[in-house]
């Protein structure tokens, strides 16, 4: 008999739960130069293709890893299928995309299950993640189907110039007094603030928490940015703009 983490019931078998869901590859999983590429982070992590995306089988029973599906699939319908409804401009340049009429809640529950995912995963790439008392609380938001407070969790998100990045694995960090962890997946960066403090002015308009039912999305080019160089970093390559 196995443990499910989430609904802690005793089961036959665990099944092979994605932590970062499949569909979060985006067009990487079927690229012309092959299967998605993956950078890990941590102490002599080296970069892998995967065309079957990240899972564990140590982690949910079948029922509880149904149940991650209406936020993953929403999340993917946010972040993939959805078209901006403007633009945010300065100096005639794109800041910001905006999406309006989004559910909030349902994208904050989204983030809370896939760190808490990171965070009770025995997955190498996901190892940086160690949430402490927060495991517990996104555990119950998962449960109860509400989102954690801003001040335990916020997320700000961007949106890169091209759609077939690769994908990047969490790491630590701390933006303007503000812990919290750095991860990418396909055409977007998230920095997810966990526990106290507020962000940076820079980004407050940008969070999650920001506006009731709408989304920003920062605007940024691929090439330059913080993931970007993390990946030419690990490879020795170099990205074409």
């Not at 970062?20 to 992590?45: M, Q």
């Not at 809370?112 to 555990?139: E, Q």
Request: hydrophobic share 40%.
């Amino acid at each position: 008999m196995a443990i499910c983490a989430l609904c802690g019931q005793s089961v036959e078998k665990l099944v092979a739960a994605h932590v970062l869901p499949k569909c979060f590859y985006g067009e990487t999983i079927s690229s012309t130069s092959g299967p998605a590429r993956v950078y890990a982070t941590g102490l002599g992590a080296r970069p892998y293709r995967s065309q079957a995306g990240e899972y564990d089988c140590t982690i949910l029973c079948a029922s509880c890893e149904r149940s991650l599906s209406p936020f993953d699939n929403y999340a993917y319908e946010v972040f993939f299928q959805r078209n901006p409804d403007e633009a945010v401009v300065m100096d005639d340049k794109i800041q910001a995309w905006v999406l309006k009429n989004i559910d909030v809640e349902k994208l904050a529950i989204f983030f809370a299950s896939l760190l808490w995912r990171m965070h009770v995963s025995n997955r190498p790439m996901f190892r940086a993640v160690r949430l402490g008392p927060y495991a517990d609380k996104f555990r119950e938001a998962i449960l109860t189907r509400s989102a954690p407070p801003s001040r335990d969790l916020d997320v700000v998100v961007t949106r890169f110039d091209k759609s077939d990045t690769g994908i990047l694995g969490p790491h630590k960090t701390r933006t303007g007094g503000v812990q919290g962890y750095r991860f990418a997946f396909a055409g977007h960066a998230c920095l997810a603030k966990v526990g106290s403090g507020r962000y940076p002015d820079a980004f407050s308009e940008v969070a999650l928490s920001a506006k009731k039912n709408e989304l920003r999305l920062i605007a940024r080019a691929f090439a330059g940015s913080p993931e970007c160089v993390a990946m030419q970093r690990t490879l020795g390559i170099h990205f074409e703009r």
